[in-house]
């Protein structure tokens, strides 16, 4: 009977892990075409699903040849770090460091292919040691990263993946320390659901970090709280304490990432707020504007910032590109391309936002990359015109006061 408990307890953890992993890709999905670090972070995603996938084939089939998809992932996850990890941080890892990551994911994926078990322990405990230098090598370039060449935003966001590591590294060790530890089940899916609740911290570059932290550690203290209460009502010894442990707290953290992740949708849109804005004041309108969700910083550039730059240069870039891109630039020639690489470089932002007034205005805008997507840039398209609008008037209101 515990026998039984234990495997249908895997089961259910490996599914728990698989949906969480479903709804953050289903979160972030949207803004892969417009951002590469996205696209790196998915792929994180993807092949954490494809571990849990594999793990569910092999206790539901019973046939171990299924085992080469939970290696394969394995052997791929700490390549799969280091390159989001890189992105993050917008600087290459060390040539050392891709040496033995690049190896060690090569030499462990062929391993996977190998049935049986006569590689073992040496393919599993190698295994380990591979997947904590990996992580190792990522948790040291997050710590070691100059502060000063990422925005606010980003930090936060390496911050939090940094810690989102922390708590995997121990969780999945465990998994290959399963019968030392004298654990029932593996519980790293515990900490996968916690690196997702993490993930989704990521897109919200507002909040502090222990707006981040302390939901999560509320809903593991319910957890353990509840676990051990109805343990001890059952009757239960160690091993089906930790059982009822790792099903409650498996399945707090899947119902709290829906929430959330249905929670930061619905208030993905400012336009609504923004709408509402009345006045000429365009000082006013961007202290709403620069609280908008997809925004982590917004500033205005005026004439005197813009002081050395061509004006008719400018006046042709923006006519082109009212909402001007870093990553979509018009093609207007050497003069313009030095304009927008000296623009985007000093202001260091992600979109600048013409307010078409004389003199000239411009709105600095950084969208976190997470939160880069078609509809979050045809929401700046909006915004952009709105604010136009409030500055021409404001700029027509003290025409007509000094007339």
């Not at 949906?19 to 999905?29: P, T």
């Not at 590469?36 to 171990?64: D, E, K, N, Q, S």
């Not at 099903?247 to 709290?256: C, D, H, Q, Y």
């Not at 840039?377 to 404001?394: F, S, T, W, Y």
Request: with cysteine.
């Amino acid at each position: 009977m515990i026998a039984a408990a234990n495997v249908v307890t895997d089961l259910y953890l490996s599914a728990a892990a698989l949906l969480g992993l479903l709804i953050v890709h289903w979160h972030f999905a949207p803004a892969a075409p417009l951002s590469p670090l996205t696209r790196r972070f998915l792929f994180v995603l993807r092949i954490g699903m494809m571990l849990f996938a594999g793990r569910m084939l092999v206790v539901l089939t019973g046939g171990m040849w299924f085992r080469f998809v939970v290696l394969f992932a394995a052997a791929l996850i700490p390549l799969a770090t280091l390159l989001l990890t890189e992105s993050l941080l917008r600087r290459h890892a060390p040539r050392w460091a891709k040496g033995f990551v690049a190896i060690g994911a090569l030499v462990f994926g062929l391993a996977a292919f190998w049935i049986g078990h006569a590689l073992e322990p040496v393919r599993l405990f190698g295994l380990l040691g591979f997947q904590i230098g990996g992580f190792a090598i990522s948790g040291w370039l997050i710590a070691s990263r100059d502060r000063n060449s990422l925005s606010l935003g980003e930090n936060r966001t390496a911050h939090r993946f940094g810690l989102a590591l922390l708590v995997l590294v121990p969780l999945g060790a465990s998994d290959f320390l399963l019968v030392a530890l004298r654990l029932p089940v593996q519980i790293s899916a515990l900490g996968v659901l916690m690196l997702c609740w993490f993930a989704l911290g990521l897109s919200r570059v507002h909040d502090g970090h222990r707006q981040s932290v302390y939901p999560v550690l509320t809903v593991v203290f319910a957890g353990l709280v509840s676990s051990g209460v109805i343990g001890l009502i059952s009757g239960f010894d160690l091993q089906g304490v930790i059982l009822v442990m790792a099903i409650v707290l498996a399945t707090l953290l899947v119902l709290a990432l829906a929430f959330v992740a249905r929670d930061t949708a619905g208030r993905a849109s400012g336009m609504v707020p923004l709408s509402a804005t009345s006045g000429t004041d365009v000082l006013a309108f961007l202290q709403g504007f620069a609280a908008h969700p997809l925004i982590s910083t917004a500033t205005v550039i005026t004439s005197d910032d813009l002081n050395g730059l061509d004006d008719a240069v400018l006046d042709r870039i923006f006519a082109a590109s009212p909402v001007l891109r870093t990553d979509a630039r018009p093609a207007l020639g050497v003069a313009a391309e030095d304009h927008m690489t000296h623009m985007f470089g000093r202001f260091e932002a992600t979109h600048l936002l013409d307010l078409n007034t004389q003199p000239r205005q411009l709105l600095s805008v950084s969208v976190p990359a997470f939160l880069r997507s078609q509809t979050a840039e045809d929401e700046l398209v909006a915004l952009q015109r709105m604010a136009a609008v409030i500055a021409r008037a404001g700029q027509n209101d003290v025409d007509q006061r000094a007339v």
